[in-house]
């Protein structure tokens, strides 16, 4: 597996990202109350000098993660304070299990690093256990909860 800067070549696949993201990798699960709105937030507020990446196999994409940098005004469910982003991710369901999300979530946190942020934020569906016992694993810690998410944190000082 490799990784890949996020260009905006890649906006489209980060749309299916935030869409499986939404749906837990469910591609029939009906859409979330509030899906147009964090569309919006995630993809349409998104450039690629924000940060993020595309985990590729070969030549099949696995997953990608992208920072998004809210505002008190403006931000996601994951949001925690001005200047630190909030990661966006997911992983296609036929690379879960197999690293993919720890590796992106690694070159993430290592960029928010190099970007001399105080550290990196993140929610996950109250419902989704998975994904929370990686980000828990990884070093995240619960923050707040929020419409049906738990906000995490992890700080860098």
């Known amino acids: 597996m490799h990784l890949l800067p996020l260009t905006e070549a890649d906006r489209t696949y980060l749309a299916r990202l935030n869409f499986l993201a939404d ?3 469910d591609e029939h699960k009906a859409l979330p109350d509030g899906f147009e709105e964090g569309f919006d937030y995630y993809l349409g ?3 690629p000098s924000r ?3 595309v985990a590729w196999e070969g030549h099949v994409p696995a997953g990608g993660v992208w920072l998004n940098w809210g ?3 403006r931000h996601g469910f994951g949001h925690v304070a001005e200047g ?3 990661l966006a991710l997911a992983v296609e369901s036929r690379f879960r299990g197999q690293g993919v999300g720890t590796v992106l979530i690694d070159a993430a946190t290592n960029l928010a690093r190099e970007m001399n942020t105080p550290g990196i934020s993140l929610s ?3 419902d989704n256990d998975r994904a929370h016992r990686l980000y828990l694993h990884l070093g995240f810690e619960p923050v707040n909860e929020r419409e049906g998410h738990i906000v995490l944190a992890k700080r860098f000082v």
Do not use: L, S
């Open 23 to 25: 749906t837990f990798g």
């Open 45 to 47: 507020d998104w450039e």
């Open 51 to 53: 940060g993020g990446f």
């Open 71 to 73: 505002t008190a005004e």
């Open 84 to 86: 630190i982003p909030e």
């Open 124 to 126: 996950v569906a109250k």
